[in-house]
């Protein structure tokens, strides 16, 4: 059994620091209306050379996201003003696996896999990620055709 499907992605961050002496290296950003939150995130994997990244948080508002729901093969671009609630994955320089949860402006709560497309800033977006030295969170193909799936590889940590 894949005891990363155990916990979520931040207690798995925490576990694998524990479990390694590997203390994670936190980095945050702020991005402004228009920003698209996923070109940033894949960024900071590139900047900083993430390998393995956990997202610790995401909170802020959206205009513009494409989201798949559970056990739905169709896809949805949303576009207005969207407050999001939850938002977390892992991710490094090879892609990313992230969802969401997101209120419209009646308070209605959606949530679900953001796609790897166009997710534009609202208002703000602040992002926090976590970089995990030892880990390689490398993809790899899924059953289900076009997906790539989280394939994590221990490698040699570097001492802080």
């Not at 992605?9 to 945050?28: E, H, M």
């Not at 609202?122 to 969170?137: A, M, N, P, R, S």
């Amino acid at each position: 059994m894949n005891m990363t499907r155990l916990f979520t992605a931040s207690a798995f961050a925490i576990l694998v620091s524990a479990a390694y002496a590997q203390t994670p290296k936190a980095i945050a950003v702020r991005l402004d209306p228009g920003d698209d939150v996923l070109v940033a995130l894949r960024k900071l994997a590139k900047d900083h050379q993430i390998k393995a990244g956990v997202i610790a948080t995401g909170v802020g508002s959206l205009a513009q996201l494409t989201i798949r729901f559970a056990a739905k093969p169709d896809t949805y671009v949303m576009k207005g003003n969207y407050e999001v609630v939850s938002f977390s994955g892992t991710f490094g320089v090879e892609g990313e696996h992230i969802h969401l949860s997101f209120a419209d402006k009646e308070g209605k709560l959606t949530g679900g896999h953001l796609m790897p497309t166009v997710c534009k800033v609202d208002k703000t977006f602040e992002l926090v990620v976590w970089k995990i030295e030892g880990w390689d969170f490398k993809r790899k193909a899924g059953p289900i055709k076009g997906m790539k799936l989280l394939d994590p590889k221990k490698t040699r940590a570097k001492r802080s």
